[in-house]
């Protein structure tokens, strides 16, 4: 599938999908004519960073979502390296909302 799409099929922007390409995160073949090839997995990458993102993870923090997702698992968290991005995520938020000593009700 072209770019176009890739992009309507996932619910993100053509610019977003050129983001994705240039994190590495996406992988289309060139075709004689210069144009991308999608793949069905390049579809699945996107829809699980599109997912993430709207969680609040970065672009670059579903890396290791995406790399399961291309090992063959069914699901981007089925590897140890996802659940480490989602602690992380979780220790920056209770970090954000940690109460400073001397000011709890």
Known sequence: MQIGEL?????????AVRYYESLGLVHPERL?????AYRESDLQAV?????????GLTAR?????????????E???DCPSS???YRDAIDEIDRCHRIPPGQEN
Request: hydrophobic letters at 40%; one cysteine or more; aromatic letters at 4%.
């Open 32 to 36: 004689p004519n210069g144009y991308r």
């Open 61 to 73: 923090q579903t890396i290791p979502f995406v790399e399961c997702l291309s090992l063959g698992h």
């Open 83 to 85: 659940l480490v991005v």
């Open 47 to 55: 829809i699980e960073i599109r997912e993430l993102s709207a969680a």
């Open 7 to 15: 992009a309507r099929r996932s619910g993100v922007t053509v610019k």
């Open 75 to 77: 699901h981007g968290d």
